[in-house]
């Protein structure tokens, strides 16, 4: 494949070798692994990192152009991936993205692929994400648009990420409002965009995320989404950074038909955009995800029983 992958991992070592396993068997042309330094205060992670850059590194036994991208000392998650985006974009025109916990389909990379060829001049599509978090939907198409980005597994072009400030300086509020006021997001929900924005401007220092969101708000632009998702979250744990809500964890992940079915004009899910609003952008525990939390915490428990039983029998 042509399009750089830039693969962003730090001190899992489990999830860390299942991803890049999927990004092994595509064999992108250009590669870059964006790690962080170790924690002083955390025993033994200063070899647990080295160990697994040396890992990463022996498991790349194809023809390919490797940059290592690699902090000396810990950044801490926000500005470690922050500055690695910012630096492939720096010297790519596209590039996709995959963290240590975000497994992909293999479909996914051409998708990926597909989606920054088609759209690359195009100054309204913004990102291409690879999570659909509802059901396997059938559709006359594979992909949809939304105004909500996401990034577990996700590609965009240098052009989307000009403007990119995790530190949100001189923003304010306004352009929240005058969203809201356009009406051009029909289920835009100012309250909480408000409340996130709010957050997020008295805290800069852990996400980079949240802040890409807004960035793509206030350009007013779309993000990709495929029908039949291309990304499990396998990083729900107890020593996971951010990936605390269960319900999003495991989603199950189906391999798209080649070749890729495009819609004819930007058909904006409405229903997904309301969906994503309350159940993942928002901060309030839905009776919807407080049972599917519930459920997928009983599955969970279930299988690591079951992993026990095995182990001791």
Not at 1 to 24: C, G, Q, S, W, Y
Not at 171 to 176: A, E, K, R, T, V
Request: aromatic share 16%; charged share 25%; glycine share 6%.
């Amino acid at each position: 494949m042509e399009a750089p992958v830039a693969f962003m991992f730090f001190n899992r070592h489990d999830t860390t070798l299942r991803v890049f396993e999927r990004i092994r068997q595509v064999r992108p042309k250009k590669l870059i692994l964006i790690s962080d330094g170790a924690r002083p205060h955390v025993e033994g992670e200063t070899l647990r990192v080295l160990e697994l850059r040396k890992k990463v590194e022996a498991l790349i036994d194809w023809d390919v152009d490797v940059e290592k991208d690699y902090a000396q000392s810990n950044m801490g998650c926000g500005p470690r991936l922050a500055t690695g985006i910012t630096s492939v974009l720096g010297k790519y025109e596209k590039a996709i993205f995959i963290e240590d916990d975000c497994l992909p389909t293999l479909s996914f990379f051409d998708y990926a692929e597909n989606m920054l060829q088609k759209y690359e001049k195009d100054n309204e599509i913004l990102s291409v994400s690879g999570t659909y978090f509802l059901k396997k939907k059938k559709m006359p198409y594979d992909y949809g648009f939304t105004h909500f980005p996401q990034i577990w597994g996700w590609a965009t072009w240098a052009r989307a990420w000009e403007g990119y400030d995790r530190d949100l300086k001189g923003w304010d509020d306004g352009f929240i409002y005058d969203i809201a006021k356009s009406g051009n997001i029909k289920s835009f929900q100012l309250d909480t965009w408000l409340r996130c924005f709010k957050n997020i401007q008295a805290d800069t220092l852990h996400t980079w995320d949240i802040q890409y969101w807004f960035l793509c708000l206030k350009k007013r632009g779309l993000s990709i989404f495929p029908y039949q998702n291309q990304i499990t979250n396998i990083g729900y744990c107890p020593d996971a950074t951010h990936t605390s809500c269960w319900w999003f964890s495991d989603k199950p992940q189906y391999e798209f038909n080649s070749p890729i079915r495009s819609p004819n004009s930007y058909l904006i899910d409405s229903y997904y955009e309301k969906w994503l609003q309350q159940e993942f952008y928002g901060d309030k525990i839905t009776h919807r995800n407080f049972l599917n939390c519930s459920l997928l915490s009983a599955k969970l428990r279930l299988k690591r029983f079951k992993t026990r039983f095995l182990i001791n029998k």
